[in-house]
């Protein structure tokens, strides 16, 4: 079995920096893409960045320029450094693992974790 477990999340003034972490257990052998996703309260879950095992990285526009995902492939970990936080920030935050190699020999399309929030105050 996998599991995602975020943290880092919680209340911040505009302006103001997070860094996420997102934890993957369970006996994996590799792990394809590690990414962030968020969803407003009303709305629907959106990218945010993803990066790939070999550094490769992918960034909405809403965060270009403040927000950087980096990770850990030997920990499992992926971060994502959130600076210049705005109010329409505020969401739950969710981690995603893509193409999930376990062993013995088993893969998982994709794995996500239970949310963490972010609040961001005006």
Avoid: H
């Avoid at 070999?54 to 492939?73: H, L, M, P, V």
């Avoid at 995603?96 to 998982?108: D, E, G, H, K």
């Amino acid at each position: 079995q996998v599991q995602l477990v975020e943290s880092g999340g919680g209340l911040v003034q505009a302006g103001g920096s997070l860094t996420l972490s997102c934890a993957a257990s369970g006996s994996i052998l590799s792990i394809n893409t590690m990414g962030w996703y968020r969803q407003a309260p009303g709305k629907q879950r959106e990218l945010v960045a993803t990066i790939t095992s070999g550094g490769s990285t992918n960034y909405a526009d809403s965060g270009k320029g403040r927000f950087t995902i980096s990770r850990e492939n030997a920990k499992k970990t992926v971060y994502l450094q959130m600076n210049s936080l705005k109010p329409e920030d505020t969401a739950v935050y969710y981690c995603n693992a893509q193409t999930v190699v376990l062993i013995p020999f088993r893969r998982l399309d994709a794995v996500w974790g239970q949310g963490t929030l972010v609040t961001v105050s005006s």
